[in-house]
């Protein structure tokens, strides 16, 4: 982190408070030494609460205003200068119009800030492996990664988890195939962490199936079979042969 980045990223006056905290982010990932900085998007993302096509909008909009300026590499991370930087300074290393108490006090706040911010991505991103670790059908992480993020400001990151674990057990019990599963995002935009997962017995239980059932005719063994036929494939193998034997199938 460049102290001297951050304080003058602060100093500067911008009406688009998304755009300042993307300067903010540049900033702090300022090398010195290099006179650059190379934040990824995603990390100015998360920084800024914001999409990465909202960053690239702002760091446009920065250009612009001359704030910053980019070097764009296709396959590295982009630089990003702050060629007004110096030129905020005095003599004595800190703004005209600001005594270096001032400075220290406002440059203490902003650092703090910034540290807070540190600590709530290491925290979601810790909570966000684990949820990960349960999805069944590992798909578009990024995505799921922001309905995660939303789905936590309804819900507890741990409830979201451990249902998700029952969810990835229940999908296992009944071999449901990954294409059947739903994508992570999918799963979380809609809620489901709220659902009840219901036993797979009470289930055809509730649907009139009972181990000892036989179908009477091929009416009968049409209207069950197609309402749930995977299930019979799996656990009815007695009445796909009867089906098979009479020519129903």
Excluded at 57 to 64: A, F, G, H, V
Excluded at 139 to 160: D, P, Q, T, Y
Excluded at 168 to 181: L, V, Y
Excluded at 203 to 220: A, C, L, T, V
Aim: hydrophobic content about 35%; overall charge neutral.
């Amino acid at each position: 982190m460049s102290i001297e980045a951050v304080t003058w990223a602060f100093k500067q006056k911008l009406d688009d408070p998304t755009a300042k905290l993307v300067l903010l982010g540049i900033a702090d990932k300022y090398n010195e030494d290099r006179g650059y900085a190379w934040p990824s998007m995603e990390r100015l993302a998360d920084m800024a609460d914001c999409t990465q096509r909202t960053v690239s909008r702002k760091i446009s909009m920065l250009e612009e205003l001359g704030v910053i300026e980019t070097i764009r590499h296709p396959n590295q991370t982009n630089r990003y200068f702050l060629p007004n930087m110096t030129s905020c300074r005095g003599d004595t290393g800190v703004y005209p119009d600001q005594t270096p108490s001032v400075l220290s006090g406002r440059t203490s706040s902003v650092i703090q800030t910034i540290d807070n911010n540190n600590e709530q991505y290491i925290s979601f991103k810790n909570d966000f492996d684990l949820f990960w670790k349960e999805v069944p059908r590992k798909v578009g992480k990024k995505g799921a990664m922001r309905a995660f993020k939303a789905a936590c400001k309804e819900s507890s990151a741990e409830k979201i988890t451990a249902s998700m674990t029952a969810f990835a057990a229940d999908c296992k019990s009944k071999g449901t195939e990954q294409r059947f599963i739903p994508m992570p995002a999918s799963w979380l935009n809609a809620g489901r962490y709220d659902d009840e997962l219901v036993k797979e017995e009470a289930k055809h239980e509730n649907f009139g199936i009972s181990q000892r059932w036989m179908p009477r005719d091929e009416e009968e063994f049409n209207q069950k079979y197609h309402a749930m036929p995977e299930y019979y494939e799996k656990n009815r193998p007695d009445i796909i042969a009867l089906a098979k034997q009479k020519g129903w199938l």
